[in-house]
T-cell receptor, first 114, second 115 residues
Framework: DGGITQSPKYLFRKEGQNVTLSCEQN?????MYWYRQDPGQGLRLIYY???????QKGDIAEGYSVSREKKESFPLTVTSAQKNPTAFYLC?????????????FGPGTRLTVL | AQSVTQLDSQVPVFEEAPVELRCNYS??????LFWYVQYPNQGLQLLLK??????LVESINGFEAEFNKSQTSFHLRKPSVHISDTAEYFC?????????????FGQGTTLQVKP
């Protein structure tokens, strides 16, 4: 079955630690996205990538980093510089980075800072 | 910058009653509009979308939304809801004049269907 997988489902981090969230897709999509979801705030774009080896900052990129070395993978690192990282993180992909293309979402990773 | 406002954070409704979830966006030359649904602790699923053509769009499970350019709205409606429709619903807008694929999401509306 084609789709997007995110791992782990739940992640706990101590303050000061960097953590990496995995996102893999087998849909052969060119574009991939990372969103952060907080209660009552909807989804906010962290980073996006329209093609391999290229990515752009979204609206709330501070304290996060990404890489796009393979078409199917777009890992997100939450660094110690992110002051309030506890949130639900969603990865998405689309056929290409055009505005009319549907985005397909993974099941999410819930990150909690202890 | 484009923005999306979902006017109700929570909408409680009894089973088999009609429902409307409201969505307004800031004006733009051209926009594409989407409604996504999220069940607890899951990702988002596309419910329906407006790209062009008929201003009334429908989903396979009985939801419909109408694009109203003059009122910059894209309200979601269902004539008779089921318990299984309980979920969070997000309205999203993309700017048709850009080529980034970026979506701007509203704050979400929690639909609570009561028996």
């Amino acid at each position: 079955d084609g789709g997007i997988t995110q791992s782990p489902k739940y992640l706990f981090r101590k303050e000061g630690q960097n953590v990496t969230l995995s996102c893999e897709q087998n849909l052969n999509h060119d574009a991939m996205y990372w969103y952060r979801q907080d209660p009552g705030q909807g989804l906010r774009l962290i980073y996006y990538s329209q093609i391999v080896n290229d990515f752009q900052k979204g609206d709330i990129a501070e304290g996060y980093s990404v890489s796009r070395e393979k078409k199917e993978s777009f890992p997100l690192t939450v660094t110690s510089a992110q002051k309030n990282p506890t949130a639900f993180y969603l990865c998405a992909s689309s056929i290409e980075g055009s505005t009319y293309n549907e985005q397909f979402f993974g099941p999410g990773t819930r990150l909690t800072v202890l | 910058a484009q923005s999306v406002t979902q006017l109700d954070s929570q909408v409680p409704v009894f089973e088999e009653a009609p429902v409307e979830l409201r969505c307004n966006y800031s004006s733009s030359v051209s926009v594409y509009l989407f409604w996504y649904v999220q069940y607890p602790n899951q990702g988002l699923q596309l419910l329906l979308k407006y790209l062009s053509g008929s201003t009334l769009v429908e989903s396979i499970n009985g939801f419909e939304a109408e694009f109203n350019k003059s009122q910059t709205s894209f309200h979601l409606r269902k004539p008779s809801v089921h318990i299984s429709d309980t979920a969070e619903y997000f309205c999203a807008v993309s700017d048709g004049s850009s080529n980034t694929g970026k979506l701007i999401f509203g704050q979400g509306t929690t639909l609570q269907v009561k028996p």
